[in-house]
């Protein structure tokens, strides 16, 4: 295992640069998990660690050693890519032997290591199947195992789930965050899919345009984001926001005027923003319900059913769709006009630049 550290690490093709002085620890052991928009950059990044991407400026360090000049092979980490590149003329054992025999590495060892990898993954009774007898999942499994038996100080993932169909994404994300506890290593892990982050992460690095917009651990983005794009790429249904201005300010306690004739109580920094500002404010579709002493109005364009959980969503007097959240299989009918209520919980308020000024402690009753 061994740390990994990013010192203002930038990368241009010609004269476009992707990615912008991105400075990051990664402690050894953790778990880290870049995600963002396609075109953000996590992909060049993760390919500048593993050496596949030439740094064009600042530093990388594994373990310590600035690995810059250092040719892939011989910086301690193992990835993991989309496409499996699995051989597919051997069979499972071979695809897994074939890095440690070209290292020249002893039979012995490479049986051990491979009967070890094949134990964690259970891949036992494929290991002399070739890989179009096996499905995307098992193929996945070998992939992942051929970089378990390079014992490497980082792991890399670059989107390796992104192939699969649903059912198999959520069996696959947990089988990768078991092997994480098993193996206690470091791993570095790239994906488009919020979801795959929020439950996989130890942190998340949130990239946009290639730099980094917000470091932190899941749930701590999730109800503190940074800004209005944190707040909006984290969680499934997104983060509902709504225009308004402030009517009242004293101290940190404000007032928002929404459109409607609505006025909503939220709590700020002091000093953040002052009568007269626009804000957006933000709700979480969980806090967010129907109920006869709702303070918004809403005209119900969708209902979704899924089990526990109806999605309702709805057009509010601006003209912006929000998303509630119930849980009381009583769902509103579509066309109708209800009340929508906002519940306990944070009332994010973001600034006109789109900087979040919520207090830390800001949730309301």
Do not use: W
């Amino acid at each position: 295992m061994a740390e990994v550290t990013l010192h203002g690490v930038s990368k241009a093709y010609g004269g476009t640069q992707v990615i912008h002085d991105v400075s990051l620890e990664v402690a050894q052991g953790e778990f880290v998990v870049f995600v963002g928009p396609s075109g953000c950059g996590k992909s060049t990044l993760l390919r500048m660690i593993a050496g596949l991407e030439e740094v064009t400026g600042g530093d990388v360090l594994i373990g310590g050693q600035r690995v810059n000049d250092t040719a892939a092979r011989d910086r301690g980490v193992a990835m993991v890519f989309q496409n499996y590149a699995l051989y597919p003329h051997m069979s499972v054992r071979d695809n897994m032997a074939f890095g440690l025999r070209n290292m020249g590495t002893a039979r012995a060892d490479i049986d051990r290591r491979i009967a070890k990898a094949a134990g964690i993954l259970q891949l036992e009774p494929y290991l002399d199947r070739k890989p179009r007898a096996m499905s995307g999942g098992q193929r996945q499994r070998v992939a992942i195992g051929r970089a378990i038996v390079r014992e490497p100080e980082v792991f890399l993932f670059d989107e390796p789930l992104s192939n699969l169909d649903a059912a198999l994404r959520v069996q696959m994300r947990t089988e990768i965050a078991k092997l994480h506890h098993a193996l206690g290593a470091t791993m570095i892990y790239v994906t488009h899919d919020q979801t795959e982050a929020m439950t996989m992460a130890d942190r998340i690095v949130v990239l946009r345009a290639g730099r980094i917009e917000q470091v932190g651990a899941p749930l701590e983005l999730y109800e503190r984001p940074a800004n209005l794009f944190v707040a909006g790429f984290l969680g499934s249904p997104k983060m509902n926001f709504l225009r308004g201005r402030v009517a009242v300010a004293q101290g940190s306690d404000i007032g928002i005027d929404l459109a409607g004739g609505v006025r909503l109580p939220a709590r700020v920094r002091p000093g953040s923003v002052r009568q007269g500002d626009e804000v957006t404010l933000g709700l979480r579709p969980e806090n967010l319900g129907v109920a006869p002493d709702g303070e918004l109005r809403g005209h119900v364009d969708v209902v979704e059913q899924l089990g526990s959980v109806q999605l309702v969503y709805a057009t509010v007097p601006d003209g912006t769709t929000v998303v509630a959240e119930l849980r009381d299989r009583r769902a509103p009918a579509v066309g109708s006009e209800v009340p929508l209520v906002i519940g306990p919980g944070i009332r994010h308020v973001f600034d006109a630049d789109g900087a979040a000024v919520t207090l830390p402690e800001g949730d309301l009753p």
